[in-house]
């Protein structure tokens, strides 16, 4: 077929022939506006962007409170990290359960325990109750967050896999939800700082309770779209799981213990830079410039999730993975030598630029490494360890800010990136799944790229 270009002065093509280059010609990458398209999706993106702002919260607000009623960074970042460590911890239990019960099953006990614990850990600390006090509270209000984010990622798996015209769609949402992630954290530590010096240290983490109350049963009663439970699932090339195959854990499945690692990594800098940022505003006497500052480093994972899912990348997600994560590392070994506002503000956009690619690739490479009856249970084993390392970031920056000052604190996404990356260099070949041979066969041994509508 010829590829000129028709023109006035040439003979008339048939309706059919025109239609069918306009078909050849048109793009093939499926972008944002057909992902919000898909029936049933703004039944649980609304509530579930609602559930999920608190995430953004907790750790900030527990720092603030603490931090006042204590006056040192170490005793708050240890609170912080004890209710870091639980989430991590129970976080892929959860999502186990979610998988084999249902996400209401989960949710609905969890939301309420969250809220009670979270109001018990607010009046002891308050009313000045001794550190192992606040240690108890802090155990069952890090355990019952409510993973809303692994959640929504299971429920898009859900909708998308196994139906022609749809499956290409898995990446966008990934993008997109990575988007909606860093958005949270764009809003989330600006809202918890300003309440809590604007109006009441406390006043940060009760409204992260009150949201999490609200948006996490809204959430939860969007059954609609809930991911069938049991093994009645679709593997990663949308065609049923065999009813005989057994139960798969997913932290047994080397890829994603090696993703888990990279995952600390980043941890430990929303951690390092949490408690680093405080820190550092305080030493400047401008304490409510700390949500900004934090607010511009997630303006950054947010800018950056845009533009992953607006580029038709040609490399494979390992590769993306290894480069970011590169890029990551090189620009968090810089923070602990700034010591002025606006060079921080700059340098924290540019680590804010490179994890959220990070981020999205991990996701994506873990649809196509864990089966469907695990995938819930896979994306809280990624969230657990964003979570468990900031809860180690949260203590090591903390007691380094108390006897060193700000700028040690930064010291702690540096060495946290650095172990990450050489652990991603020397098993990238575990990120390969081992059923590509099976999934091309039937159709699918590459994915689209993925472009903005």
Known sequence: MSRNTVGTDEPAI???????????????????????????????????????????????GIVLLVQHTTGSY????AVAAVTGVSMALFAPQSGRLADRFGQRAVLVPGVLTHTVSAAALIVLALADAPLWALFIAAVPTGASVPQIGPMVRSRWAALLSGTSGTSSLLPTAAAFESVTDEFTFVIGPVL??????????????????????VGGLLFAAQRGTQPRTGRRGTDASGEPEDPGEPRTSALSIPGVRVLAVAFLGIGSVFGGMQVSLTAFAEEIGAPGVNGVLYGIFA??????????????????????????????????????????????????????????????????????LVPASARTE???????????????????????ADAHGASTGFM????????????????????????????AARGMSHREPVAVD
């Open 14 to 60: 048939p309706r059919k022939t025109r239609l069918t280059r306009r078909t050849r010609n048109a793009p093939r990458r499926p972008g944002y506006g057909r992902l919000l398209r898909t029936p049933g999706a703004w039944t649980f993106l609304l509530p579930g962007f609602a559930a999920r702002q608190p995430f953004a919260m907790l750790t900030i």
């Open 378 to 400: 896979s994306f809280t084993w990624l969230t657990g360890a964003v979570a468990l390392g900031q809860a180690a970031a949260v203590t090591a920056a903390g007691r380094l």
């Open 412 to 439: 702690v996404p540096l060495v946290g990136t650095v172990l990450a990356l050489a652990t991603l260099v020397v098993l990238r070949s575990r990120l390969a799944p081992k059923a590509l041979g099976r999934v």
């Open 192 to 213: 918890a700082t300003a309440l809590c010096t604007g109006v009441h240290p406390a006043a940060g983490l009760i409204a992260e309770a009150a949201l999490t109350l």
């Open 299 to 368: 303006a950054g994972n947010m800018l950056a999730g845009i533009v992953c899912g607006a580029v038709a990348w040609k490399a494979g997600p390992r590769r993306r993975l290894l480069f970011g994560y590169t890029g990551l590392t090189l620009v968090a070994s810089t923070l602990w030598a700034v010591n002025s506002a606006p060079l921080l503000a700059g340098l924290g956009l540019l680590v804010g630029l490179c994890i959220a690619p990070a981020l999205i690739t991990g996701y994506t490479l873990v649809e196509s």
């Open 74 to 77: 170490g005793t708050a970042g």
